[in-house]
């Protein structure tokens, strides 16, 4: 069983930074592929960035690249979304999520999910 915490969500002017964190419980986690996802209002959960356990392989989805780093710290029990270069269109609850063995894009396939933390960014 993991349990994920979300924090660093709020509002940002448009071309500004958020550092999204989320933690986990439980004592292995570096065997977990960890992703965030995005949703907002009236639109389906979106995939943003995976990492593998170890951190050696990530990705992340068109629309952020360049501006979204993925990373973790297995020592923490801890990954981070990075997001720069903020733009309106960014705005959503983000969502991070333990997909076991599981890396890729498809929601369905993580196990565990957090509660959820708001960005929000103006024009």
């Known amino acids: 069983q993991v349990q994920l915490v979300e924090s660093g969500g709020g509002l940002v002017q448009a071309g500004g930074s958020l550092r999204l964190t989320c933690t986990a419980s439980?004592?292995?986690?570096?065997?977990?592929?960890m992703a965030w996802f995005r949703q907002a209002p009236g639109k389906e959960r979106e995939f943003v960035a995976h990492?593998?356990?170890?951190?050696?392989?990530?990705f992340r989805t068109d629309s952020v690249k360049g501006r979204f780093t993925i990373s973790r710290d297995n020592t923490n029990n801890t990954v981070y979304l990075q997001m720069d270069s903020l733009k309106p269109e960014d705005t959503a609850v983000y969502y991070c999520?333990?997909?076991?063995?599981?890396?890729?894009?498809?929601?369905?396939?993580?196990?565990?999910w957090g509660q959820g933390t708001q960005v929000t960014v103006s024009a």
């Open positions: 999520a333990a997909g076991g063995t599981y890396i890729g894009p498809l929601a369905s396939r993580y196990n565990y």
């Open positions: 439980g004592r292995t986690f570096s065997s977990y592929a």
């Open positions: 990492i593998s356990g170890n951190g050696g392989t990530t």
